[in-house]
Nanobody
Framework: VQLVESGGGLVQAGGSLRLSCAAS????????MGWYRQAPGRQRELVAT???????NYGASVKGRFTISRVYAENTLYLQMNSLKPEDTALYYC??????????????WGQGTLVTVSS
């Protein structure tokens, strides 16, 4: 199972970006998907998650500015980021809890996509 992120880049403060994550491989189902980020010298932190029934959870620093969404039939995940701030600069990782078959779960991480917000 692989997760491939895209959509990162350089944007000015106040701007917007949309990240995408595509899951591929042996997938029976996916439960929770989410975005995490890691800035230089800091620990990886939660950005947002979305469950199989559509329940969402956001980190306090992005609530009201970022929106997570998911296309279940295509195993894709999105993150719409608005009102970006320099402190949003980080490597953004896609995460998924995958059932590759009827039994068992697998946690998968993408390679990350870099978001840089200039002031």
């Amino acid at each position: 199972v692989q997760l491939v992120e895209s959509g990162g880049g350089l944007v000015q403060a106040g701007g917007s970006l949309r990240l995408s994550c595509a899951a591929s491989g042996r997938i029976f189902s996916i439960t929770t998907m989410g975005w995490y980020r890691q800035a230089p010298g800091r620990q990886r932190e939660l950005v947002a998650t979305i469950t199989s029934d559509g329940s969402t959870n956001y980190g306090a620093s992005v609530k009201g500015r970022f929106t997570i969404s998911r296309v279940y039939a295509e195993n894709t995940l999105y993150l719409q980021m608005n009102s970006l701030k320099p402190e949003d600069t980080a490597l953004y990782y896609c995460n998924a809890i995958v059932k590759p078959n009827v039994e068992g779960y697998l946690e998968v991480w993408g390679q990350g996509t870099l978001v840089t917000v200039s002031s």
